[in-house]
């Protein structure tokens, strides 16, 4: 990605170099030696050639003027875009974080609430079969317990496919992240 945006704006430089260059005088040169062996002879006459032409187009309708200036706003536009994208990435790349992080503090809650009410269940069950509850407490704490272990796996789901998300913003196959890459996009 980083190649490919810097070979863009290295064209749209070059293209600001060819057409500012058709404002400036075209000089042109060429050297030849001869050297032509006449049969029957010992001596062997050299003719060396030389020419050196200058020529210059006058802009009078500002053509090529209009051309640098062409270039030089496809160069900002090329600039600019690379500029976006590169901002439009760490964008994505800190709002994928700060999702994944979001989801830290209720999968704990959730994984603690799955131990109570897994208790809650215990307690419930030796009431009942002690005849101090009713079945229905029983099914209640159960109840409780399925929301509590489905909410633990929504979230785990949704910070698998953050992680997901995030490692494709890195450039990586898809995965869980290790602790070095969540330290690695703090710094970002």
């Known amino acids: 990605m980083w190649f490919a945006r810097a070979s863009r704006i290295v064209q749209a430089e070059a293209s600001v170099g060819v057409a500012r260059a058709n404002q400036l005088p075209a000089l042109s040169g060429s050297f030849g030696i001869e050297n032509d062996r006449i049969p029957g002879t010992r001596v062997a006459p050299t003719f060396y050639a030389g020419a050196l032409t200058a020529s210059y187009v006058f802009d009078f309708w500002g053509q090529f003027r209009r051309a640098t200036e062409a270039a030089r706003a496809n160069l900002l536009g090329t600039r600019y875009a690379a500029y976006l994208v590169e901002t439009t990435l760490i964008s994505e ?22 131990l109570s009410d897994q208790d809650s269940v215990r307690i419930n069950t030796i009431n ?10 029983v099914y209640q ?11 633990v796996i929504s979230l785990t789901q949704s910070i698998e496919q953050t992680e997901n998300e995030l490692s494709i913003l890195l450039g990586r196959n898809p995965g869980p992240l290790r602790e070095e890459w969540l330290s690695w996009i703090k710094r970002i």
Request: avoid cysteine.
């Open 141 to 151: 704490a159960q109840l409780l317990l399925q929301q509590a272990e489905a909410e």
């Open 93 to 114: 790349v800190a709002t994928a974080y700060f999702e994944l992080r979001r989801f830290d503090s209720p999968l704990d809650f959730s994984k603690q609430s799955v």
């Open 128 to 137: 009942y079969k002690g005849g101090e509850y009713a079945i229905t407490d």
